[in-house]
């Protein structure tokens, strides 16, 4: 099977609501294109503004697999939850 990347963004004042039923949706996609949705390989990243409070999101009880991140590597570009440049700077500096 091929992989790929997909990517889910749920807006923070939706998070509790929408993560279930998006995160099935994507499944249900996966499914109907002869692709498997891998909750081991998979990861959550939540962002956050500045001085914004870390919000915690609970994944449903099947998807417990998928780990959360502060930062992820897209397109050889390093995101964190703050969204500044710091840990993709060090990444190219080291």
């Given at each position: 099977?091929p992989t790929i990347?997909v990517y889910?963004?749920?807006?923070?004042?939706d998070?509790?609501?929408?993560s279930a039923?998006?995160l099935?949706?994507v499944?249900?996609?996966?499914?109907d294109?002869?692709?498997k949705?891998?909750?081991?390989k998979s990861?959550e990243?939540v962002?956050?503004?500045?001085?914004a409070?870390?919000k915690?999101?609970?994944?449903?009880?099947?998807?417990l697999?998928?780990?959360?991140?502060?930062?992820i590597?897209?397109?050889g570009?390093?995101?964190?939850?703050?969204?500044?440049?710091?840990d993709?700077v060090?990444?190219l500096l080291?």
């Amino acid at each position: 099977m091929p992989t790929i990347q997909v990517y889910v963004i749920v807006p923070a004042d939706d998070s509790d609501t929408c993560s279930a039923s998006e995160l099935m949706n994507v499944k249900s996609w996966s499914e109907d294109n002869n692709l498997k949705l891998y909750c081991t390989k998979s990861k959550e990243i939540v962002f956050t503004g500045r001085g914004a409070r870390n919000k915690s999101v609970t994944l449903p009880l099947h998807l417990l697999d998928i780990r959360q991140v502060h930062s992820i590597r897209a397109l050889g570009v390093v995101l964190n939850d703050k969204l500044t440049a710091t840990d993709h700077v060090s990444s190219l500096l080291t």
